[in-house]
Protein backbone atom coordinates (compact mmCIF):
# COMPACT_ATOMS: atom_id res chain seq x y z
CA UNK A 1 0.00 0.00 0.00
CA UNK A 2 1.02 3.37 -0.85
CA UNK A 3 1.96 4.95 2.67
CA UNK A 4 2.38 8.55 2.01
CA UNK A 5 -1.35 8.67 -0.33
CA UNK A 6 -2.55 6.22 2.57
CA UNK A 7 -1.97 8.77 5.38
CA UNK A 8 -3.22 11.80 3.73
CA UNK A 9 -6.34 10.73 3.40
CA UNK A 10 -6.69 9.77 6.52
CA UNK A 11 -6.24 12.81 7.07
CA UNK A 12 -9.31 14.23 5.65
CA UNK A 13 -11.04 11.27 7.26
CA UNK A 14 -9.92 12.41 10.81
CA UNK A 15 -10.37 16.06 9.79
CA UNK A 16 -14.44 14.86 8.69
CA UNK A 17 -14.74 13.07 12.15
CA UNK A 18 -13.51 15.43 14.59
CA UNK A 19 -13.39 18.63 13.49
CA UNK A 20 -12.52 21.38 15.67
CA UNK A 21 -12.63 19.01 18.31
CA UNK A 22 -13.99 15.49 19.98
CA UNK A 23 -16.40 16.96 22.60
CA UNK A 24 -16.90 13.46 24.13
CA UNK A 25 -13.35 13.40 25.03
CA UNK A 26 -11.44 16.49 25.69
CA UNK A 27 -13.84 18.01 28.17
CA UNK A 28 -13.45 14.67 30.56
CA UNK A 29 -9.87 12.98 29.70
CA UNK A 30 -6.63 15.34 30.66
CA UNK A 31 -3.93 14.63 27.94
CA UNK A 32 -1.72 12.80 30.35
CA UNK A 33 -3.87 10.23 30.97
CA UNK A 34 -3.02 7.38 29.44
CA UNK A 35 -4.54 3.62 29.52
CA UNK A 36 -3.98 0.71 26.50
CA UNK A 37 -6.91 -0.08 24.22
CA UNK A 38 -7.08 -3.60 22.29
CA UNK A 39 -8.60 -4.71 18.87
CA UNK A 40 -10.68 -7.36 19.05
CA UNK A 41 -12.42 -9.65 16.28
CA UNK A 42 -16.08 -9.88 16.96
CA UNK A 43 -16.66 -12.58 13.65
CA UNK A 44 -14.12 -15.05 11.80
CA UNK A 45 -12.90 -14.07 9.18
CA UNK A 46 -9.16 -12.47 7.53
CA UNK A 47 -8.10 -9.87 8.59
CA UNK A 48 -6.42 -5.98 6.34
CA UNK A 49 -5.40 -3.12 7.55
CA UNK A 50 -3.66 -3.42 10.49
CA UNK A 51 -0.71 -0.33 9.18
CA UNK A 52 -3.71 2.18 9.02
CA UNK A 53 -3.72 1.46 12.79
CA UNK A 54 -0.81 3.04 14.15
CA UNK A 55 -0.50 5.54 10.61
CA UNK A 56 -4.39 6.51 12.08
CA UNK A 57 -3.66 7.06 15.91
CA UNK A 58 0.35 8.71 14.82
CA UNK A 59 -1.57 11.37 13.00
CA UNK A 60 -3.14 12.14 16.49
CA UNK A 61 -0.45 11.92 18.80
CA UNK A 62 3.47 10.90 18.54
CA UNK A 63 3.83 9.19 21.98
CA UNK A 64 1.23 6.38 20.53
CA UNK A 65 2.53 2.32 20.80
CA UNK A 66 0.66 -0.12 18.73
CA UNK A 67 1.45 -3.82 19.05
CA UNK A 68 -0.37 -5.79 16.26
CA UNK A 69 -0.74 -10.05 17.30
CA UNK A 70 -2.41 -10.38 13.38
CA UNK A 71 -0.89 -9.92 10.40
CA UNK A 72 -2.50 -8.52 6.80
CA UNK A 73 -3.71 -11.89 5.51
CA UNK A 74 -4.17 -13.98 7.93
CA UNK A 75 -7.19 -15.49 9.53
CA UNK A 76 -8.90 -14.25 12.70
CA UNK A 77 -11.60 -16.46 15.09
CA UNK A 78 -14.59 -14.53 16.91
CA UNK A 79 -12.67 -13.04 20.28
CA UNK A 80 -9.07 -12.79 18.90
CA UNK A 81 -6.62 -10.28 19.95
CA UNK A 82 -6.07 -8.44 16.87
CA UNK A 83 -3.91 -5.50 18.15
CA UNK A 84 -2.98 -3.40 21.28
CA UNK A 85 -2.45 0.53 21.26
CA UNK A 86 -1.18 2.22 24.04
CA UNK A 87 -1.51 6.02 24.36
CA UNK A 88 -3.93 9.05 25.97
CA UNK A 89 -6.85 8.17 26.69
CA UNK A 90 -8.49 10.72 24.88
CA UNK A 91 -6.55 10.62 21.50
CA UNK A 92 -7.36 6.73 21.48
CA UNK A 93 -11.28 7.68 22.03
CA UNK A 94 -10.94 10.34 18.96
CA UNK A 95 -9.30 8.09 16.78
CA UNK A 96 -10.98 4.69 17.02
CA UNK A 97 -14.34 5.43 14.50
CA UNK A 98 -12.13 6.19 11.40
CA UNK A 99 -9.05 3.62 12.33
CA UNK A 100 -12.05 0.88 12.96
CA UNK A 101 -13.58 1.97 9.71
CA UNK A 102 -11.07 1.22 7.73
CA UNK A 103 -10.45 -2.04 9.41
CA UNK A 104 -13.73 -3.29 9.43
CA UNK A 105 -14.15 -2.57 5.79
CA UNK A 106 -11.00 -3.96 4.48
CA UNK A 107 -11.40 -7.00 6.71
CA UNK A 108 -14.51 -7.69 5.30
CA UNK A 109 -12.95 -7.30 1.76
CA UNK A 110 -10.59 -9.38 2.63
CA UNK A 111 -12.91 -12.43 3.81
CA UNK A 112 -14.70 -12.17 0.70
CA UNK A 113 -12.07 -12.53 -1.16
CA UNK A 114 -10.77 -15.30 0.66
CA UNK A 115 -14.05 -16.60 0.04
CA UNK A 116 -14.10 -16.36 -3.75
CA UNK A 117 -11.00 -17.59 -4.12
CA UNK A 118 -11.86 -21.15 -2.73
CA UNK A 119 -15.10 -20.97 -4.29
CA UNK A 120 -13.28 -21.07 -7.69
CA UNK A 121 -10.57 -23.47 -6.49
CA UNK A 122 -8.64 -22.56 -9.59
CA UNK A 123 -4.73 -21.90 -9.37
CA UNK A 124 -4.68 -21.78 -12.91
CA UNK A 125 -7.28 -18.64 -13.05
CA UNK A 126 -6.76 -15.37 -11.36
CA UNK A 127 -9.87 -13.57 -9.48
CA UNK A 128 -9.13 -9.82 -9.50
CA UNK A 129 -11.60 -6.46 -8.34
CA UNK A 130 -13.00 -3.87 -10.68
CA UNK A 131 -13.58 0.18 -10.35
CA UNK A 132 -16.55 -0.80 -8.29
CA UNK A 133 -15.00 0.55 -5.29
CA UNK A 134 -16.03 3.19 -2.67
CA UNK A 135 -15.22 6.45 -3.76
CA UNK A 136 -12.40 8.00 -1.50
CA UNK A 137 -11.69 4.57 -0.75
CA UNK A 138 -10.24 2.35 -3.70
CA UNK A 139 -6.27 2.11 -2.42
CA UNK A 140 -8.14 0.65 0.80
CA UNK A 141 -10.81 -1.44 -0.85
CA UNK A 142 -7.76 -2.37 -3.47
CA UNK A 143 -5.25 -3.20 -1.44
CA UNK A 144 -7.86 -5.65 1.15
CA UNK A 145 -8.53 -7.75 -1.77
CA UNK A 146 -5.07 -8.88 -2.25
CA UNK A 147 -5.01 -9.41 1.40
CA UNK A 148 -7.77 -11.82 0.62
CA UNK A 149 -5.27 -13.82 -2.08
CA UNK A 150 -6.83 -12.04 -5.15
CA UNK A 151 -5.23 -9.31 -7.55
CA UNK A 152 -5.95 -5.87 -8.50
CA UNK A 153 -7.00 -4.95 -12.29
CA UNK A 154 -6.48 -1.54 -13.43
CA UNK A 155 -6.77 1.11 -10.53
CA UNK A 156 -8.65 3.69 -13.08
CA UNK A 157 -8.70 5.14 -15.99
CA UNK A 158 -5.41 5.91 -16.20
CA UNK A 159 -3.10 3.07 -15.96
CA UNK A 160 -4.64 0.61 -19.00
CA UNK A 161 -7.24 0.98 -21.43
CA UNK A 162 -10.78 -1.06 -21.63
CA UNK A 163 -12.70 -0.20 -24.76
CA UNK A 164 -16.51 -0.82 -24.10
CA UNK A 165 -19.62 -1.15 -26.01
CA UNK A 166 -19.65 2.58 -25.90
CA UNK A 167 -16.17 3.22 -26.86
CA UNK A 168 -16.14 0.73 -29.87
CA UNK A 169 -19.83 1.65 -31.14
CA UNK A 170 -18.46 5.56 -31.65
CA UNK A 171 -15.45 4.15 -32.96
CA UNK A 172 -17.31 2.54 -35.59
CA UNK A 173 -15.19 -0.57 -34.90
CA UNK A 174 -12.88 -2.61 -32.94
CA UNK A 175 -9.84 -1.80 -35.26
CA UNK A 176 -10.44 1.79 -35.44
CA UNK A 177 -10.43 2.04 -31.39
CA UNK A 178 -7.37 0.13 -31.27
CA UNK A 179 -5.57 1.89 -34.14
CA UNK A 180 -6.40 4.73 -32.86
CA UNK A 181 -4.98 4.20 -29.74
CA UNK A 182 -1.80 2.19 -30.63
CA UNK A 183 -1.17 5.46 -32.82
CA UNK A 184 -1.16 7.27 -29.71
CA UNK A 185 -0.33 5.38 -26.29
CA UNK A 186 3.04 4.65 -25.47
CA UNK A 187 4.18 0.62 -25.84
CA UNK A 188 3.69 0.33 -21.76
CA UNK A 189 -0.14 0.61 -22.16
CA UNK A 190 -1.63 -2.53 -22.48
CA UNK A 191 -5.44 -2.96 -24.60
CA UNK A 192 -8.23 -4.49 -23.63
CA UNK A 193 -11.12 -5.00 -25.81
CA UNK A 194 -14.64 -6.21 -24.53
CA UNK A 195 -16.51 -8.87 -26.06
CA UNK A 196 -19.94 -10.40 -26.39
CA UNK A 197 -19.82 -13.01 -29.06
CA UNK A 198 -17.49 -15.07 -31.77
CA UNK A 199 -17.24 -12.33 -34.25
CA UNK A 200 -15.90 -9.43 -31.84
CA UNK A 201 -13.65 -11.85 -30.48
CA UNK A 202 -11.84 -11.99 -33.80
CA UNK A 203 -11.92 -8.60 -34.15
CA UNK A 204 -9.91 -8.07 -31.21
CA UNK A 205 -7.84 -10.62 -31.95
CA UNK A 206 -7.25 -9.33 -35.88
CA UNK A 207 -6.76 -5.71 -34.14
CA UNK A 208 -3.91 -6.71 -31.98
CA UNK A 209 -5.65 -6.54 -28.43
CA UNK A 210 -3.65 -7.54 -25.34
CA UNK A 211 -6.14 -8.63 -23.64
CA UNK A 212 -9.63 -9.91 -24.31
CA UNK A 213 -12.81 -9.88 -22.02
CA UNK A 214 -15.91 -11.79 -22.58
CA UNK A 215 -18.45 -10.19 -21.33
CA UNK A 216 -21.67 -11.62 -19.19
CA UNK A 217 -21.05 -15.02 -21.17
CA UNK A 218 -21.90 -18.54 -19.73
CA UNK A 219 -18.55 -21.10 -18.93
CA UNK A 220 -19.43 -23.29 -21.98
CA UNK A 221 -19.58 -20.32 -24.12
CA UNK A 222 -16.12 -18.85 -22.76
CA UNK A 223 -14.72 -21.97 -23.41
CA UNK A 224 -15.29 -21.90 -26.84
CA UNK A 225 -14.14 -18.51 -27.02
CA UNK A 226 -10.79 -19.40 -25.84
CA UNK A 227 -9.93 -21.81 -28.27
CA UNK A 228 -9.74 -19.02 -30.89
CA UNK A 229 -7.79 -16.55 -28.93
CA UNK A 230 -3.28 -17.02 -29.30
CA UNK A 231 -2.32 -18.10 -25.88
CA UNK A 232 -0.20 -14.46 -25.87
CA UNK A 233 -3.12 -12.38 -25.60
CA UNK A 234 -4.53 -12.33 -21.87
CA UNK A 235 -8.36 -13.84 -21.64
CA UNK A 236 -10.67 -12.55 -19.22
CA UNK A 237 -14.39 -13.11 -17.80
CA UNK A 238 -16.37 -10.35 -16.59
CA UNK A 239 -19.95 -9.62 -15.80
CA UNK A 240 -22.99 -11.25 -13.59
CA UNK A 241 -20.58 -13.66 -11.79
CA UNK A 242 -21.37 -13.85 -8.57
CA UNK A 243 -19.94 -16.33 -5.33
CA UNK A 244 -23.26 -18.13 -6.23
CA UNK A 245 -22.39 -19.05 -9.98
CA UNK A 246 -18.64 -18.37 -9.51
CA UNK A 247 -17.70 -22.70 -9.07
CA UNK A 248 -19.17 -23.51 -12.25
CA UNK A 249 -16.32 -21.28 -14.01
CA UNK A 250 -13.81 -23.50 -12.67
CA UNK A 251 -11.30 -24.82 -16.16
CA UNK A 252 -13.28 -22.18 -18.36
CA UNK A 253 -10.01 -21.75 -19.46
CA UNK A 254 -9.71 -18.11 -18.99
CA UNK A 255 -6.41 -16.13 -17.17
CA UNK A 256 -8.76 -13.82 -15.04
CA UNK A 257 -12.03 -13.23 -13.27
CA UNK A 258 -12.46 -9.99 -12.18
CA UNK A 259 -15.76 -9.74 -9.60
CA UNK A 260 -17.34 -6.55 -9.12
CA UNK A 261 -19.18 -8.14 -5.72
CA UNK A 262 -16.02 -8.44 -3.99
CA UNK A 263 -15.39 -4.23 -3.31
CA UNK A 264 -19.20 -3.35 -3.71
CA UNK A 265 -20.76 -6.18 -1.88
CA UNK A 266 -18.56 -7.12 0.92
CA UNK A 267 -20.25 -6.82 4.39
CA UNK A 268 -17.80 -5.05 6.91
CA UNK A 269 -15.98 -7.76 9.43
CA UNK A 270 -17.31 -7.26 12.69
CA UNK A 271 -14.53 -5.65 15.08
CA UNK A 272 -14.68 -3.70 18.02
CA UNK A 273 -12.37 -1.66 20.40
CA UNK A 274 -12.04 -2.07 24.06
CA UNK A 275 -10.05 0.25 26.89
Known sequence: MNTLKAKKMIEQFLLEDIGEGDLSSIHIFPMHE?????????????????????????????????????????????????AEVEGPVQVLLSGERVMLNLLQRMSGI???????????????????????????????????????????????????VMLKDNHIAYAGSIKNAVDSLRNK??????????????????????????????DNRTPDEIKEFVKLVPETIVTEASGGITLDNLASFQNCGVNVISLGCLTH??????????L
Open 265 to 274: SAKALDISFY
Open 185 to 214: LGHMVKIEVETENKDQVLQAIEAGADVIMF
Open 110 to 160: ATLTSKAVETLNDEKIKLVDTRKTMPGLRLFDKYAVTCGGGANHRFGLYDA
Open 34 to 82: RTTGKVLAKADGVIAGTELIEITYKLLHDDIKVTLHVKDGESVQAGQLI
